[in-house]
T-cell receptor, first 113, second 116 residues
Framework: DAMVIQNPRYQVTQFGKPVTLSCSQT?????MYWYQQKSSQAPKLLFH???????NEADTPDNFQSRRPNTSFCFLDIRSPGLGDAAMYLC????????????FGPGTRLTVL | AQKITQTQPGMFVQEKEAVTLDCTYD???????LFWYKQPSSGEMIFLIY??????QNATEGRYSLNFQKARKSANLVISASQLGDSAMYFC?????????????FGKGTKLSVIP
Protein backbone atom coordinates (compact mmCIF):
# COMPACT_ATOMS: atom_id res chain seq x y z
CA ASP A 1 0.00 0.00 0.00
CA ALA A 2 1.15 3.50 -0.79
CA MET A 3 1.92 5.35 2.39
CA VAL A 4 3.77 7.96 4.41
CA ILE A 5 6.31 6.52 6.85
CA GLN A 6 7.95 8.31 9.76
CA ASN A 7 10.92 7.16 11.79
CA PRO A 8 11.36 6.90 14.64
CA ARG A 9 7.88 6.86 16.16
CA TYR A 10 9.29 8.02 19.49
CA GLN A 11 12.41 10.08 19.96
CA VAL A 12 14.01 11.20 23.21
CA THR A 13 16.74 13.80 23.12
CA GLN A 14 18.52 16.03 25.57
CA PHE A 15 18.20 19.77 25.80
CA GLY A 16 20.42 21.30 23.11
CA LYS A 17 21.34 17.99 21.43
CA PRO A 18 20.59 18.03 17.67
CA VAL A 19 18.00 15.58 16.45
CA THR A 20 16.80 14.49 13.00
CA LEU A 21 13.37 13.10 12.19
CA SER A 22 12.77 11.18 9.01
CA CYS A 23 9.84 10.92 6.60
CA SER A 24 9.46 8.85 3.46
CA GLN A 25 6.61 8.35 1.03
CA THR A 26 5.64 5.86 -1.62
CA UNK A 27 2.84 8.04 -3.02
CA UNK A 28 5.17 9.90 -5.41
CA UNK A 29 3.62 13.20 -4.34
CA UNK A 30 5.19 16.51 -5.27
CA UNK A 31 4.62 18.23 -1.96
CA MET A 32 5.92 17.23 1.47
CA TYR A 33 5.09 19.05 4.70
CA TRP A 34 6.27 19.12 8.30
CA TYR A 35 3.80 20.02 11.04
CA GLN A 36 4.33 20.48 14.76
CA GLN A 37 1.45 19.53 17.05
CA LYS A 38 1.53 20.28 20.76
CA SER A 39 -0.79 18.67 23.25
CA SER A 40 -4.49 19.51 22.76
CA GLN A 41 -3.74 21.80 19.82
CA ALA A 42 -4.22 21.66 16.07
CA PRO A 43 -1.17 20.94 13.90
CA LYS A 44 0.93 23.94 12.92
CA LEU A 45 2.76 24.00 9.59
CA LEU A 46 6.52 24.54 9.88
CA PHE A 47 7.48 24.35 6.19
CA HIS A 48 6.87 22.49 2.98
CA UNK A 49 8.69 21.44 -0.17
CA UNK A 50 7.13 21.61 -3.60
CA UNK A 51 9.53 19.30 -5.42
CA UNK A 52 12.87 20.89 -4.54
CA UNK A 53 11.46 24.31 -3.71
CA UNK A 54 11.58 24.99 0.01
CA UNK A 55 8.89 27.16 1.61
CA ASN A 56 9.29 28.28 5.19
CA GLU A 57 6.36 29.58 7.25
CA ALA A 58 7.05 33.09 8.52
CA ASP A 59 6.88 32.14 12.21
CA THR A 60 8.95 28.94 12.04
CA PRO A 61 11.97 29.34 14.36
CA ASP A 62 15.45 29.19 12.81
CA ASN A 63 16.13 26.23 15.07
CA PHE A 64 14.12 24.11 12.63
CA GLN A 65 15.62 23.12 9.29
CA SER A 66 14.60 20.66 6.59
CA ARG A 67 16.17 18.70 3.77
CA ARG A 68 14.60 16.87 0.84
CA PRO A 69 17.31 14.91 -0.96
CA ASN A 70 14.88 13.25 -3.37
CA THR A 71 11.15 12.86 -4.07
CA SER A 72 10.69 10.11 -1.51
CA PHE A 73 12.49 11.44 1.56
CA CYS A 74 12.28 14.52 3.72
CA PHE A 75 14.07 15.25 7.00
CA LEU A 76 13.39 17.60 9.87
CA ASP A 77 16.47 18.80 11.76
CA ILE A 78 16.13 20.48 15.12
CA ARG A 79 19.49 22.07 15.76
CA SER A 80 19.24 22.81 19.47
CA PRO A 81 16.04 21.40 20.94
CA GLY A 82 14.49 23.25 23.83
CA LEU A 83 11.89 22.00 26.29
CA GLY A 84 9.28 23.90 24.29
CA ASP A 85 10.01 21.80 21.20
CA ALA A 86 8.59 18.66 22.80
CA ALA A 87 5.66 17.78 20.55
CA MET A 88 4.30 15.42 17.94
CA TYR A 89 5.88 16.03 14.54
CA LEU A 90 3.73 15.07 11.60
CA CYS A 91 4.89 14.64 8.03
CA UNK A 92 2.34 14.90 5.23
CA UNK A 93 2.34 14.70 1.46
CA UNK A 94 0.01 15.89 -1.27
CA UNK A 95 -0.10 15.94 -5.05
CA UNK A 96 0.69 19.24 -6.73
CA UNK A 97 -2.14 21.75 -6.73
CA UNK A 98 -3.36 23.87 -3.85
CA UNK A 99 -6.49 21.82 -3.16
CA UNK A 100 -4.80 18.43 -3.07
CA UNK A 101 -5.59 16.24 -0.09
CA UNK A 102 -2.78 15.96 2.45
CA UNK A 103 -1.98 12.46 3.67
CA PHE A 104 -0.22 12.20 7.01
CA GLY A 105 2.27 9.78 8.43
CA PRO A 106 1.92 8.27 11.92
CA GLY A 107 4.02 11.02 13.51
CA THR A 108 7.11 11.14 15.69
CA ARG A 109 6.60 12.03 19.34
CA LEU A 110 9.60 14.02 20.53
CA THR A 111 10.55 14.25 24.19
CA VAL A 112 13.22 16.73 25.32
CA LEU A 113 14.89 16.03 28.66
CA ALA B 1 -7.72 35.23 5.98
CA GLN B 2 -9.18 31.79 6.48
CA LYS B 3 -10.78 30.52 9.64
CA ILE B 4 -12.31 27.24 10.79
CA THR B 5 -14.56 27.09 13.84
CA GLN B 6 -15.46 23.90 15.67
CA THR B 7 -17.72 24.83 18.56
CA GLN B 8 -17.96 21.41 20.23
CA PRO B 9 -14.84 20.64 22.30
CA GLY B 10 -16.28 17.25 23.24
CA MET B 11 -19.17 15.02 22.19
CA PHE B 12 -20.59 11.75 23.44
CA VAL B 13 -22.56 9.30 21.31
CA GLN B 14 -24.06 5.91 22.00
CA GLU B 15 -22.66 3.04 19.97
CA LYS B 16 -24.66 2.42 16.74
CA GLU B 17 -26.17 5.91 16.83
CA ALA B 18 -25.41 8.69 14.34
CA VAL B 19 -23.53 11.83 15.36
CA THR B 20 -22.95 15.22 13.74
CA LEU B 21 -19.76 17.20 14.31
CA ASP B 22 -20.09 20.88 13.53
CA CYS B 23 -17.73 22.97 11.42
CA THR B 24 -18.13 26.49 10.09
CA TYR B 25 -15.59 28.26 7.93
CA ASP B 26 -14.73 31.67 6.63
CA UNK B 27 -12.82 32.53 3.47
CA UNK B 28 -12.95 35.14 0.74
CA UNK B 29 -11.63 32.72 -1.91
CA UNK B 30 -14.30 31.36 -4.27
CA UNK B 31 -12.41 28.08 -4.75
CA UNK B 32 -11.54 26.05 -1.69
CA UNK B 33 -11.53 22.55 -0.28
CA LEU B 34 -12.84 21.31 3.04
CA PHE B 35 -11.40 18.26 4.79
CA TRP B 36 -12.12 16.17 7.84
CA TYR B 37 -9.40 14.25 9.65
CA LYS B 38 -9.58 11.77 12.50
CA GLN B 39 -6.79 11.62 15.07
CA PRO B 40 -6.87 8.65 17.47
CA SER B 41 -4.82 8.71 20.65
CA SER B 42 -1.92 7.12 18.70
CA GLY B 43 -1.45 10.48 16.98
CA GLU B 44 -1.82 9.67 13.29
CA MET B 45 -3.99 12.09 11.28
CA ILE B 46 -6.30 9.99 9.14
CA PHE B 47 -7.99 11.61 6.15
CA LEU B 48 -11.73 10.91 6.13
CA ILE B 49 -13.53 13.01 3.54
CA TYR B 50 -13.16 15.96 1.15
CA UNK B 51 -15.64 18.51 -0.22
CA UNK B 52 -14.78 20.99 -2.95
CA UNK B 53 -16.47 24.38 -2.97
CA UNK B 54 -17.90 23.79 -6.44
CA UNK B 55 -19.08 20.26 -5.81
CA UNK B 56 -22.83 20.01 -6.29
CA GLN B 57 -23.30 16.88 -4.24
CA ASN B 58 -22.44 16.33 -0.60
CA ALA B 59 -19.42 14.06 -0.22
CA THR B 60 -19.85 10.57 1.22
CA GLU B 61 -17.29 7.92 2.17
CA GLY B 62 -18.70 4.81 3.75
CA ARG B 63 -20.16 5.77 7.15
CA TYR B 64 -18.94 9.36 6.77
CA SER B 65 -20.89 12.08 4.99
CA LEU B 66 -20.32 15.79 4.80
CA ASN B 67 -23.33 18.07 5.12
CA PHE B 68 -22.14 21.02 3.02
CA GLN B 69 -24.22 24.20 3.22
CA LYS B 70 -22.33 26.77 1.22
CA ALA B 71 -24.56 29.75 1.92
CA ARG B 72 -24.24 29.14 5.65
CA LYS B 73 -20.51 28.33 5.32
CA SER B 74 -20.87 25.09 7.18
CA ALA B 75 -19.37 21.65 6.54
CA ASN B 76 -20.61 19.31 9.22
CA LEU B 77 -19.39 15.72 9.44
CA VAL B 78 -22.01 13.04 9.96
CA ILE B 79 -20.90 9.63 11.22
CA SER B 80 -23.57 6.98 10.94
CA ALA B 81 -23.76 3.84 13.09
CA SER B 82 -21.00 4.89 15.49
CA GLN B 83 -18.45 2.30 16.54
CA LEU B 84 -16.14 2.18 19.57
CA GLY B 85 -13.21 2.69 17.22
CA ASP B 86 -14.64 6.08 16.22
CA SER B 87 -13.56 7.51 19.58
CA ALA B 88 -10.93 10.08 18.60
CA MET B 89 -10.27 13.77 17.99
CA TYR B 90 -11.81 15.07 14.77
CA PHE B 91 -10.42 18.08 12.92
CA CYS B 92 -12.11 20.13 10.23
CA UNK B 93 -9.65 21.84 7.87
CA UNK B 94 -9.64 24.05 4.79
CA UNK B 95 -7.36 25.04 1.94
CA UNK B 96 -8.04 27.63 -0.70
CA UNK B 97 -6.72 28.02 -4.22
CA UNK B 98 -5.74 31.63 -3.67
CA UNK B 99 -2.18 32.88 -3.56
CA UNK B 100 -0.19 32.16 -0.47
CA UNK B 101 0.72 29.27 1.74
CA UNK B 102 -0.14 25.63 1.15
CA UNK B 103 -1.09 25.53 4.78
CA UNK B 104 -4.16 23.63 5.90
CA UNK B 105 -6.18 25.82 8.24
CA PHE B 106 -7.41 23.59 11.06
CA GLY B 107 -10.16 24.04 13.59
CA LYS B 108 -9.46 23.32 17.26
CA GLY B 109 -10.99 19.87 17.01
CA THR B 110 -13.83 17.93 18.60
CA LYS B 111 -13.14 14.99 20.88
CA LEU B 112 -15.70 12.26 20.19
CA SER B 113 -16.31 9.54 22.73
CA VAL B 114 -18.43 6.53 21.76
CA ILE B 115 -20.23 4.89 24.69
CA PRO B 116 -20.93 1.13 24.58
Amino acid sequence: DAMVIQNPRYQVTQFGKPVTLSCSQTLNHNVMYWYQQKSSQAPKLLFHYYDKDFNNEADTPDNFQSRRPNTSFCFLDIRSPGLGDAAMYLCATSPGGRLGTQYFGPGTRLTVL
Amino acid sequence: AQKITQTQPGMFVQEKEAVTLDCTYDTSDPSYGLFWYKQPSSGEMIFLIYQGSYDQQNATEGRYSLNFQKARKSANLVISASQLGDSAMYFCAMRSSGAGSYQLTFGKGTKLSVIP
